[in-house]
């Protein structure tokens, strides 16, 4: 069976180019994908996730709050006593941001421009999957 993953965009960006190919290369990687689409409230994303059983949780941020919108994410799955589900975050973040989304409960982070092969395997890692 497939490990699932969930590729969300909360908050009001409507830019959703690069979830969908992060969608779309998980799956040809052998996940699960569930893509939510755009302007989801952690709330919502959150059930999602909780009803969906996925071991991942990749939040596309583009708009600048992703240090804000990544906190509230790791909370509410905490405050679900679903923490062990990993959250993951990438877009548009500036490389100083990113020791503030690890702190923040970010299990990784990846940049406008990460590699596609770098990003899968990191996912494997974070859902105990194995690296070919």
């Known amino acids: 069976m497939a ?3 969930l590729v969300a965009k909360p908050g009001l960006d409507g830019h959703d180019r690069g979830a969908k190919i992060v969608a779309r ?8 994908v ?5 302007r989801q409230r952690i709330e919502d994303i959150v059930s999602i996730a909780l009803q969906e059983d996925v071991a991942l949780v990749g939040l596309s941020i583009l708009s600048g709050a992703h240090v804000a919108l990544t906190s509230r994410t790791v909370d509410a799955l905490r405050a679900a006593d679903a923490g062990d589900i990993a959250v993951v975050v990438g877009g548009t973040i500036p490389q100083a941001d990113v020791p503030k989304l690890l702190e923040a409960g970010a299990a990784a982070v990846f940049p406008t421009g990460t590699p596609l092969d770098v990003l899968v395997q990191e996912v494997r890692k974070l859902t105990s999957e194995k690296v070919d």
């Open 3 to 5: 490990t699932r993953v």
């Open 25 to 32: 290369t998980l799956r040809d990687a052998g996940f699960e």
């Open 34 to 38: 569930i893509y939510t689409g755009i």
